[in-house]
């Protein structure tokens, strides 16, 4: 395999074939999906760009599935997604944040044996403070039978997922993507229109520098909750402070801790029992690439990667990021997450 250094410009294109030529049997079809996906997050960043200058804010009139708000732009990020990978005949199904059931495969195109699920453009109360956003995506493969997909085949357990990925539309537009062989970024030149290999091989700090969590809730946390917090602020006089940052845009937020080292977290709360953050579209794919890269991710008792998911929509609390601090999280919460040394 070519050993690719800062200096050699490496295209996602590229990037992804040399992948898939270590797997003789592969067919093409996974690393289809990755190029529309960042053809669409193109289309989507030169939107997001624009979005101060067009009369495109505010709300489109219509509420999400989860009761928000939909923004114009997140009626447009889902529309391009869907409309970039509804044709190729890789995926059988697809499933978005911003649709309450499942996205079938138009009649006349061709289904395929993957599955995408995604959150098209998440962080969306931040768009009109020109604050990052981001798009998160999540690729199955297919498990029923039929030609079509069905339910079954969405509701997997993160460990099974074979792709994932998110893209920061920030001070650059960045896509970060794993198929399980290490987690890889790219940043989009926009003179040339191409995403450049950028972060080869990302690996998180074993121990964190960040905490991003929103404190606003702690009078809706539980004891465990409040004390691991106080912890990871090192009120308890025995651990360093960890730095607070939190933007409130989960791919800003995961992006910088993976970079930096720290954890996110979305605890349970009793405004919240299940957390805010969705397991299918956000937390299963962002926990993929936090394992490839080194990290960790809990819902405070179990893996993440390991929740059997019973609905599209399920809400997860997540503790994500550098595997000493999401361990902490496990054994103050009660899981048991991997080696705690603490
Ligand atoms: P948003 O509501 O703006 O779409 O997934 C939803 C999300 O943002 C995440 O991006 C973000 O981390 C979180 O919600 C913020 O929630 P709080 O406002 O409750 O902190």
Redesign the pocket.
Known sequence: MVKHTPTSVVTIERFIIEQERQFPEATGQLSGILYDIALAAKIIASKVRRAGLVDILGAAGAENVQG?MQQKLDVFANETIVKAMDHGGRLCVMAS?EEPGLIHIPDGFKCGKYVLLF?P??????IDVNVP??TIFSVLQKITRGTRGEMEDVLQPGRRQVAAGYVIYGSSTMLVYTTGQGAHGFTLDPSIGEFLLSHPNIRTPSTGRYL???D??EQYWDEPTKALMRRYRGLDNEHKPLNVR?????????HRNLLGGGV?A?PASST?PKG???LLY?ANPLAFIEKEAGGAASDGTRDILDIDPTELHQRTPLFIGSKGEVDQASAMLGGALSSVGA
Do not use: P, T
Not at 121 to 126: A, F, I, P, T
């Open positions: 928000e944040e959150d453009l998440d962080g969306s109360s931040n956003v981001g991003s969590v929103n606003s809730y939190y933007v409130g845009s989960l791919v800003a937020d995961f996110f979305y919240a805010k953050l969705r956000e």
